[in-house]
Nanobody, 123 residues
Framework: QVQLVESGGGLVQAGGSLRLSCAAS????????MGWFRQAPGEEREFVAG????????LYSDSVKGRFTISRDNAKNTAYLQMNSLKPEDTAVYYC????????????????WGQGTQVTVSS
């Protein structure tokens, strides 16, 4: 099992930036596909971004493509989500997730989840 702890959320004005971090422990980080998901109040959880074990390939939802960047540092057992040009509709709890499978936006392929960090974007 993998333990995941997110940090970096907060309140930001529209157009601003935030960087989320996800610290992993309990399994060799470099063997894990990593993803970020989010869930807004009253909405279903949605895929935001993902990266392969090496970080060489990434996948984004259309809603964040060009604004968000996922990355990872396998030496630090940490994944990141750089969020730029934030919009009020980006407001949600953001979750980090780890998968032993291939890169995908399907939440049921992710085995371990963090507790989430709140991101609030004011207009």
């Amino acid at each position: 099992q993998v333990q995941l702890v997110e940090s970096g959320g907060g309140l930001v004005q529209a157009g601003g930036s935030l960087r989320l971090s996800c610290a992993a422990s309990g399994r060799t980080f470099s063997t894990l596909t990593m993803g970020w998901f989010r869930q807004a109040p009253g909405e279903e959880r949605e895929f935001v971004a993902g990266t392969t074990r090496s970080g060489g390939s990434t996948l984004y939802s259309d809603s964040v493509k060009g604004r968000f960047t996922i990355s990872r540092d396998n030496a630090k057992n940490t994944a990141y989500l750089q969020m730029n040009s934030l919009k009020p509709e980006d407001t949600a709890v953001y979750y980090c997730a780890a998968s032993r499978s291939y890169l995908s936006g399907r939440g049921n392929l992710y085995d371990d989840w963090g507790q989430g960090t709140q991101v609030t974007v004011s207009s």
